[in-house]
């Protein structure tokens, strides 16, 4: 899907045309990336998972002391996905708070006004159960606290153009010997048909669409463990896949490091199938929406 500006943003109150909208030079988002962002899908206008999406975006909030009263956020998510005339197609929610105008300091300012960015756009959620992608792996160079949807994102931007560049759909990241998560994605494997993802922490988002996933194969009789996997194990995985807002649930195929190609077969695997039904099935229970 070609990429496009959305036709409406609000900001700060207004609803305005993109070349409309105006922040400060001095806007801290600007100027350090002193911000956190959220992104929510919607299937055919219907939000998925929002009250999970606005806890997130709370919980980044508080952890970098960034204060915004969010009350209203759900009524202008519905206007953004009225204003963009998308009611009738699939697409995600872009928001974005950062510490908003002050004099240029390394510290918080005393006082401001947070700067509130939100728009709808369009994005094509369906067709991830035939995706079955080649990705890289490299070193994880992020910070420590990985846990908090920041808007300083310059490590995440290089791992990720790393792998375009590569003709990879993503970039997976090793830290202290161990997976962490892929640039933009969470992280799963399948060894003897028990499930493995690293565990919360500071190390990795607390990502939404993983977190269902977790509930799902807990719900579904699917054994799953919470732990970071070394990559001396990667001998004893049969599947590998990512999950996301808009990744959903997609299948890995081969894992290329600077050294060797790791194939996990010619077909996804069974695990993996089974947690993509039961994750359109989810849909459909939330949003009434079919995307098989």
Not at 165 to 192: C, Q, Y
Request: proline share 3%; aromatic share 10%.
């Amino acid at each position: 899907m070609k990429l496009s500006y959305p036709s409406k943003v609000y900001l700060n109150g207004e609803w305005l045309k993109p070349e409309a909208a105006k922040i400060s030079v001095f806007d801290r988002g600007f100027l350090f990336g002193d911000g956190i962002y959220e992104v929510i899908p919607f299937y055919c206008g219907k939000l998925f998972l929002l009250k999970e999406h606005l806890e997130r975006l709370r919980y980044s909030l508080k952890e970098v002391e960034l204060k915004c009263d969010i009350s209203d956020f759900e009524a202008l998510i519905l206007k953004a996905i009225d204003l963009a005339e998308l009611n009738k197609d699939d697409g995600a929610i872009y928001i974005q708070v950062s510490r908003g105008m002050a004099p240029r300091t390394h510290y918080f300012p005393e006082s401001y006004d947070a700067t509130v960015l939100m728009y709808a756009y369009k994005t094509n959620l369906r067709g991830f159960q035939d995706q079955f992608k080649d990705v890289v792996v490299s070193n994880d160079l992020r910070w420590h606290r990985c846990d908090i949807k920041s808007v300083s994102l310059m490590a995440n931007i290089l791992a990720n153009t790393e792998a375009k560049k590569g003709g990879f759909a993503e970039n997976i990241m090793i830290r202290d010997g161990f997976f962490t998560e892929g640039s933009h994605s969470s992280l799963f494997f399948v060894k003897n048909d028990t499930v493995y993802t690293h565990p919360n922490g500071k190390f990795i988002l607390p990502g939404i669409t993983r977190n269902l996933l977790i509930k799902l194969c807990k719900d579904n009789d699917i054994e799953i463990v919470e732990k970071g996997l070394p990559v001396s194990a990667l001998d004893e995985v049969t599947e590998v896949f990512i999950t996301g807002t808009t990744t959903q649930i997609t299948a890995i195929k081969n894992l290329h490091f600077p050294d060797k190609i790791v194939h996990f077969g010619d077909e996804i695997g069974k695990v993996t199938k089974r947690l993509q039904q039961l994750f359109s099935e989810e849909v459909k229970n939330q949003t009434g929406v079919d995307i098989d």
